[in-house]
């Protein structure tokens, strides 16, 4: 579906489709556990968030040079913009290559290729979002912010994700502290897996802007109330949620009671390479499934634009706002 729309939930390492991930592999010399990409594809069946993080933290072992990444992110946003997206503010996982020994300034440097020229190639406007693994230690993500340091120029914000329950907000204070401090934006993963009580600590703790995902707050009605009256986007990922079973089905999913109760909530693909869609198919997919009409889908896409870290561009945010309330649905 084309209508204009930002995508703000994108993990960069999760667009990596199986042919580029075979092709990267033959070119750094590296032994994937697949035969090939068939029978990578049919690994892709998700028990949680778990057993979807083991083989994605796996298949990261291809990236290893400026140009891998740069490729992957070339790539990802070519199909973004086939799919009506006209802004990505785009996360990364730093820890999940330094701790493999790719270098830090390897891993921005190469994205950052591929962002300097995402305008003039596909009219897709960026952001960066480095996220830091709750599952790793808090002095493993303050030693990450301190070595992204010569390259927060690249760095929009940052972000909290990976294994959730058993890592609460609270254990990532210093580190958003520490960021706030730098002038960063701050969002985080919450009520994914973890309970309603995340999302409130993300807000109350972290000083988040938004929340990644946050479908768990639909538990929570005074939670709700507070996200209803205070706005704070939810950048929601309905094909995820199918896949790694946070919901059973798509037809079930809350989204359109959440938009029904006021809940400013977004649409976003999360890792598209492993859940079946980009964001246009995402969208595709809750008007078909879910029954959401134009208004609703314009809601959305209008959403998108205005959780977006746009501040320092409003003219080109008030230009998107335009499109949007242009667009014909067919
Ligand atoms: N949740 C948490 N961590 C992640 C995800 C997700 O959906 N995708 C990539 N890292
Ligand atoms: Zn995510």
Do not use: W
């Not at 590296?30 to 594809?41: C, G, I």
């Not at 997206?85 to 020994?101: L, N, S, Y």
């Not at 390897?106 to 020229?117: F, K, Q, S, W």
């Not at 940052?158 to 502290?177: C, M, N, Q, T, W």
Request: net charge negative.
């Amino acid at each position: 579906m084309h209508v204009p729309k930002a995508e703000l939930h994108l993990h960069i390492e999760g667009t990596l489709e199986p042919d580029l991930a075979f092709a990267l592999a033959a070119r750094n010399g590296v032994e994937l556990p697949y035969a090939d990409t068939e029978e990578l594809r049919r690994a892709y069946l998700f028990e949680d968030l778990q057993s979807f993080l083991d083989l994605y933290y796996g298949l990261m072992a291809v990236l290893h040079t400026e140009a891998d990444f740069e490729e992957l992110a070339d790539a990802y946003l070519a199909r973004a913009a086939q799919q009506g997206v006209r802004h990505a503010e785009i996360f990364f996982d730093p820890q999940a290559h330094t701790a493999r020994g790719v270098g830090i300034g390897t891993v921005i440097e190469g994205l950052g290729r591929a962002l300097d020229r995402s305008v003039e190639r596909h009219g897709v406007s960026t952001r960066l979002i480095m996220c830091f693994l709750r599952d790793e230690s808090a002095e493993s993500a303050l030693a990450t912010l301190d070595a992204a340091k010569p390259y927060l120029h690249r760095i929009t914000g940052i972000g909290l994700d990976s294994a959730e329950v058993g890592h609460p907000p609270v254990k990532f204070r210093e580190v958003y502290e520490a960021a706030a401090a730098l002038g960063l934006r701050r969002v985080a993963h919450a009520g994914e897996e973890g309970p309603p009580e995340y999302i409130t600590e993300a807000l109350d703790v972290l000083g988040v802007e938004r929340i990644d995902h946050g479908l768990r707050c639909v538990e929570d009605p005074v939670l709700v109330e507070r996200l209803v009256r205070d706005r704070v986007p939810l950048t929601l990922c309905p094909l995820s949620n199918v896949r790694l079973r946070a919901v059973d089905v798509l037809e079930s999913h809350p989204l359109p009671a959440m938009l029904s109760a006021g809940l400013m909530c977004t649409v976003n693909s999360d890792d598209p390479a492993y859940f079946g869609g980009y964001v246009g198919d995402t969208f595709h997919a809750v008007h078909e499934a879910l029954g959401l009409g134009p208004e609703q889908l314009r809601e959305l896409a209008r959403n998108s634009f205005l959780a977006s870290f746009l501040e320092d561009d409003e003219g080109l945010r008030e230009r998107y706002l335009a499109e949007v309330a242009a667009y014909e649905f067919d």
